[in-house]
């Protein structure tokens, strides 16, 4: 059959060690940089190493709150003249906190660059959490916990949270109760900001129609001069493990719908077994109309819109997730068509085509994620979080097809363990 | 617009409308096909056929059985979806250029092809219920069917895209396949090509295999038109949660109005640049009018507007999240002030050209991807036409501040909107209600 084949032009090879320059500052910024010129656009990412995991145990959603004042003025800069200056320019810059990272983002026309550039300097190094703003940031998280409360998504897991991690800092919650919102002041957002925002181990990347050296250059020029240590993390103590079912049901009685999650501790992502479980979780759960699991409770009993797994990794052991939303008629048959589907992983081998599609999925589909700035962004940003090298994306199809149908069954068998997970409902019951 | 990757439209002689733009910037191309087919074109017993209809289009061909099409395309790396609106049903898939041919031929297959088979019909009917169930659980889902209701009488834009319970519970097999074999024909479709390809090769390829698909009937006639409102109207649900939401709307030009592009620079001006990623993204918009008028004034905890862009005129609406601790009704007033003000006083200069810098900038953006690109390139054709997006951002700049108070005075006045409240009943006693 006569087939369309690309242009004749060549086109964009995937971000590797040719075409993306890494370059360390002397205080300990590292500057990666890599140029599309398709557009007239470029995107900045990057991280400090500060989270949830630096804060106070009373004050559970300090450093996403702290990252939230960031925006809301600097010494010379009030929050009203950041926002004139950064949308007049139809640019944005964006903060949020994660479990150990602290990450930002700009978006701009690369003409508007250097502005760009300059404020979020300014915000990073010279925030000055004005009183007034704390209040206005405080009202609006209180009222996104509100949300979350009524919201049987977030509910289910916030409580498969709780009980994967049992009191273990990294089940914190980011956003915070209302008690513990209620109790963060001024003196603890600017004591935890001056604590642990320092430039060691700060990472920034920038993507678009900019040249590299000259990228880096900019970076170097508002952030070059920044110095300071943060105290090191203590090591986080070994996360418990289930030796057991751990279930808990949060009843909504108003909801149309409940939201059904299971869970397993996963690997850390630099362990041996992440690459395995990627692909044996793609088989579960993601490929073609969500894998398996979208198979079975979505196109064979008609169930659920979206029955789904997830995989997340970082630095300590992470989260193996199975979910699908429901009619609370469906609550019991739904579960147990997941725990086959999961069970089926540890008990049988994936013949070896459906095993192939995944692979080729896997590998396959890695141009789309590096189509646009934003993609190659936050793809090196965790290449160098984890350290994974420059050339990881040369390898990635190497490492994806040298794995078997008995490594994906010994993962299954290691970790989706049927009489060992967690498993939260949140929606009526019935 | 950007001259470098020219935009190329051409109609077969079957009467499909092809439209193709080569971006060679990634090795990935987007193919999309839309057919002029959505909520707008159901009635009272089939609300939802649509949407169902796209979702039957994933369930087999003779050629693609039942979960084959999906997999198809997962192991070639691609990615695919298809979306239903008001105004359109469109199917895409993004690939690596050298597999994209897959697309054209799962494209042109189901056009014509689709069984809807009857067991895989009634799978599929609780799978929906499933999804509309899915989105009651959000409030703001609730507020806006029941907002949208209020405004349109006679219009079918009255329900929402995902349609009534009743509808999705008797609708049968055999009006979803009269739907399918009345609304998917090659004169009524439009296929927008996006990204790494050879523009000659590419409109050989689809003549090839499109070409061959015989025109449909006589599509049915469409007669709708909202009469005049003459009042303002008020709607209150009363839902489970603690979060009071606000939403008002007002009757918006459509796509090829002379006041749309006017009525565009308003919405900016009012509620920021909106992002024209398929996938999120849009900017904070903290110095628009409205986040100063309600967010910092601590009144709401989020406040945004929306224009769509749509064949009639569909809705300009307002929303906004109180904060814990405000009420509805100072909310609404602090929203409607706000109104007032652009009706009764000019914006100024440097809003003006700010609200077309901001959009000129998104435009920028959204051409990083082949994904916005093909959607772009369908969603104007099937609005107005794919010169409408070509010149988006001239007719935005000859927009003057004269323009956008007279669209202003004309189209939000008091009599004119519908007002929304969802109150929330708490989720014990001693729940504040937020009224």
């Given at each position: 059959m006569k087939q369309v084949t690309a242009g004749s032009r060549p086109v964009g090879a995937l971000p590797g060690p040719a075409d993306v320059l890494r370059r360390t500052l002397p205080n300990g910024i590292t500057v990666l940089a890599r140029e599309n010129w398709s557009a007239p656009s470029v995107v900045l990412e990057g991280y400090l190493l500060v989270?949830?995991?630096?804060?106070?145990?009373?004050?559970?959603?300090?450093a996403s709150y702290t990252a939230h004042m960031l925006s809301r003025g600097t010494r010379t800069r009030s929050f009203a003249?950041?926002?004139?200056?950064?949308?007049?320019?139809?640019?944005?810059?964006?903060?949020?906190?994660d479990r150990y990272t602290t990450s930002f983002s700009t978006k701009s026309l690369a003409e508007d660059l250097d502005l760009v550039l300059e404020i979020l300097a300014d915000e990073l190094r010279a925030p000055a959490f004005p009183a007034d703003h704390v209040e206005k940031v405080r009202g609006q998280r209180m009222t996104a916990i509100a949300e979350r409360a009524n919201d049987t998504r977030q509910m289910a897991g916030l409580t498969l949270r709780e009980l994967m991690y049992a009191g273990h800092p990294l089940g914190r919650d980011l956003l915070g109760s209302e008690q513990s919102n209620a109790a963060i002041g001024r003196d603890?957002?600017?004591?935890?900001?001056?604590?642990?925002?320092?430039?060691?181990?700060?990472?920034?990347?920038?993507?678009?129609?900019?040249?590299?050296?000259?990228?880096?250059?900019?970076?170097?020029?508002r952030f070059g001069d920044w110095s300071g240590e943060r105290p090191p993390r203590p090591p986080l103590p070994a996360i418990p493990g289930l030796d057991g079912v751990r279930e808990r049901r949060v009843p909504m009685p108003d909801k149309s719908q409940a939201d059904i999650i299971f869970g397993w501790p996963a690997m850390p992502r630099l362990h041996p077994d992440f690459d395995k479980a990627r692909l044996a979780n793609t088989v579960l759960g993601v490929f073609g109309m969500m894998g398996r699991l979208g198979a079975s409770v979505r196109e064979r009993a008609g169930m659920a819109y979206y029955a789904y797994s997830r995989l997340a990794a970082n630095k300590q052991s992470g989260l193996?997730?199975?979910?699908?939303?429901?009619?609370?008629?469906?609550?019991?048959?739904?579960?147990?068509?997941?725990?086959?589907?999961?069970?089926?992983?540890?008990?049988?081998?994936?013949?070896?085509?459906?095993?192939?599609?995944?692979?080729?999925?896997?590998?396959?589909?890695?141009?789309?994620?590096?189509?646009?700035?934003?993609?190659?962004?936050?793809?090196?940003?965790?290449?160098?979080?984890?350290?994974?090298?420059?050339?990881?994306?040369?390898?990635?199809?190497?490492?994806?097809?040298?794995?078997?149908?008995?490594?994906?069954?010994?993962?299954?068998?290691?970790?989706?363990?049927?009489?060992?997970?967690?498993?939260?409902?949140?929606?009526?019951?019935? | 617009m950007n001259q470098l990757n020219p935009i190329h439209k051409t109609v077969l002689d079957n009467g499909l409308t092809v439209i193709l733009r080569e971006m060679h910037h990634a090795a990935v191309t987007s193919f999309w096909i839309w057919y002029r087919v959505g909520s707008r074109n159901e009635h009272a017993g089939i609300t939802g056929i649509s949407h169902w209809v796209e979702h039957m289009l994933f369930k087999g061909t003779p050629t693609f059985p039942q979960g084959e099409l999906d997999k198809a395309i997962a192991r070639e790396g691609?990615?695919?979806?298809?979306?239903?609106?008001?105004?359109?049903?469109?199917?895409?898939?993004?690939?690596?250029s050298d597999r994209i041919d897959l697309a054209l031929r799962v494209e042109a297959d189901r056009m014509a092809n689709a069984l809807f088979d009857p067991a895989e019909t009634e799978l599929e009917r609780t799978v929906i219920i499933?999804?509309?169930?899915?989105?009651?659980?959000?409030?703001?889902?609730?507020?806006?069917?029941?907002?949208?209701?209020a405004a349109f009488q006679a219009h079918p834009y009255h329900h929402s895209v995902i349609g009534w319970q009743c509808d999705l519970e008797a609708m049968t097999r055999d009006q979803l396949y009269a739907h399918y074999?009345?609304?998917?024909?090659?004169?009524?479709?439009?296929v927008a090509v996006a990204g790494d390809f050879d523009r000659d090769a590419m409109l050989g390829r689809i003549a090839e295999l499109f070409g061959a698909i015989p025109p449909g009937p006589p599509l049915p006639r469409f007669t709708a038109q909202e009469p005049p409102q003459r009042g303002e109207r008020r709607v209150i649900v009363e839902g489970p949660g603690t979060t009071a939401y606000l939403e008002v709307a007002f009757r918006a030009p459509a796509a090829t109005d002379p006041d749309y592009h006017a009525m565009v620079v308003l919405d900016t001006i009012l509620g920021g640049a909106k992002g024209m990623s398929l996938w999120g993204g849009g900017t904070p918009n903290r110095s628009s009018r409205l986040y100063k008028a309600l967010v910092e004034t601590e009144l709401?905890?989020?406040?945004?507007?929306?224009?769509?862009?749509?064949?009639?005129?569909?809705?300009?609406?307002?929303?906004?999240?109180?904060?814990?601790?405000?009420?509805?009704?100072?909310?609404?007033?602090?929203?409607?002030?706000?109104?007032?003000?652009?009706?009764?006083?000019?914006?100024?200069?440097?809003?003006?050209?700010?609200?077309?810098?901001?959009?000129?900038?998104?435009?920028?953006?959204?051409?990083?991807?082949?994904?916005?690109?093909?959607?772009?390139?369908?969603?104007?054709?099937?609005?107005?036409?794919?010169?409408?997006?070509?010149?988006?951002?001239?007719?935005?700049?000859?927009?003057?501040?004269?323009?956008?108070?007279?669209?202003?005075?004309?189209r939000l006045q008091p009599r004119l909107r519908t007002v929304g409240w969802y109150v929330p009943v708490g989720n014990g006693p001693d729940d504040n209600d937020g009224r």
């Open positions: 989270g949830n995991l630096d804060e106070p145990e009373d004050l559970t959603g300090l003249e950041i926002n004139e200056a950064v949308e007049s320019v139809g640019a944005s810059i964006g903060f949020g906190a603890a957002l600017v004591e935890f900001y001056e604590t642990f925002y320092r430039p060691q181990g700060m990472v920034v990347v920038v993507v678009g129609a900019i040249a590299a050296e000259e990228a880096v250059a900019k970076v170097a020029a193996w997730l199975a979910s699908a939303g429901v009619n609370p008629s469906n609550i019991e048959r739904a579960m147990r068509a997941m725990r086959a589907e999961v069970a089926r992983m540890a008990n049988e081998r994936v013949p070896a085509d459906e095993l192939a599609d995944c692979k080729r999925y896997l590998t396959g589909s890695l141009p789309l994620q590096l189509e646009t700035n934003d993609g190659v962004a936050s793809l090196l940003a965790d290449i160098e979080w984890h350290g994974l090298g420059l050339d990881y994306v040369q390898r990635y199809r190497d490492i994806i097809n040298g794995l078997t149908a008995d490594d994906v069954q010994a993962v299954a068998q290691k970790y989706l363990t049927t009489d060992r997970y967690a498993l939260a409902i949140a929606g009526p019951m019935q | 691609g990615m695919f979806n298809g979306m239903t609106w008001i105004d359109f049903t469109t199917y895409f898939e993004t690939l690596p499933s999804e509309r169930q899915g989105s009651e659980n959000n409030p703001n889902f609730l507020l806006g069917e029941a907002l949208q209701a074999r009345t609304y998917y024909a090659p004169n009524n479709a439009i709401a905890a989020d406040a945004d507007c929306s224009l769509s862009s749509t064949i009639d005129p569909y809705l300009f609406s307002f929303t906004a999240t109180v904060r814990q601790g405000r009420t509805l009704a100072e909310v609404e007033a602090a929203l409607l002030a706000e109104i007032e003000r652009v009706i009764n006083e000019p914006v100024s200069e440097e809003e003006l050209a700010k609200a077309i810098k901001q959009t000129r900038a998104q435009f920028a953006y959204s051409s990083e991807s082949v994904t916005d690109q093909g959607y772009w390139l369908g969603f104007s054709e099937i609005v107005a036409d794919v010169s409408w997006f070509e010149q988006f951002l001239d007719r935005l700049a000859a927009v003057t501040v004269a323009d956008v108070q007279r669209v202003a005075r004309a």
